[in-house]
C-alpha cells in the first residue's frame, strides 16, 4: 500500500532517481486507482496520512489561464481530485508527455 512517506519527497527522491536513468527531462507519471481508473500526474499538491490531492492531465477538461496568470504560473489549469491513498494500485513512469497532450503535461525534473 502506497503512504505518505512514499509521496513526500516524490519529485526528488522518486523521479530524481528516474531522471538520473532515463534523462528525459520530462515524464508522465500515471496512478492506477481502484476500482479502474488512471490519472496522469501534472503536481501533488497535498498529501495526508489517508488522502493524495494532485492536478491531472486530462485534455478535455483542463481551460487556458487568463493571460497574467499564464505567464506567472502555467499556460493551462488542470482539474484537481482528492483520492484515499489506500486506493493507489501502482505508479509508473514513462518519459515523455501524455498521449494526445498538445503541450507539456508531465512532471519537469527541476521545476517545481
Do not use: S
Request: overall charge positive.
Amino acid at each position: 500500500m502506497f503512504t505518505k512517506d512514499y509521496f513526500e519527497d516524490f519529485i526528488n527522491r522518486r523521479l530524481g532517481e528516474y531522471f538520473k536513468v532515463f534523462p528525459t527531462g520530462v515524464a508522465t507519471v500515471t496512478l492506477k486507482v481502484m476500482p479502474d481508473h488512471e490519472f496522469h500526474l501534472q503536481r501533488i499538491l497535498e498529501c495526508t496520512d489517508e488522502l493524495l490531492t494532485f492536478a491531472y492531465y486530462d485534455g478535455k477538461k483542463q481551460v487556458k489561464l487568463p493571460k497574467g496568470e499564464r505567464e506567472r504560473i502555467h499556460e493551462t489549469g488542470f482539474p484537481v481530485i482528492t483520492i484515499p491513498l489506500r486506493e493507489i494500485r501502482w505508479v509508473e513512469f514513462n518519459p515523455g508527455k501524455p498521449g494526445g497532450a498538445k503541450q507539456e503535461a508531465g512532471f519537469r525534473y527541476g521545476k517545481t
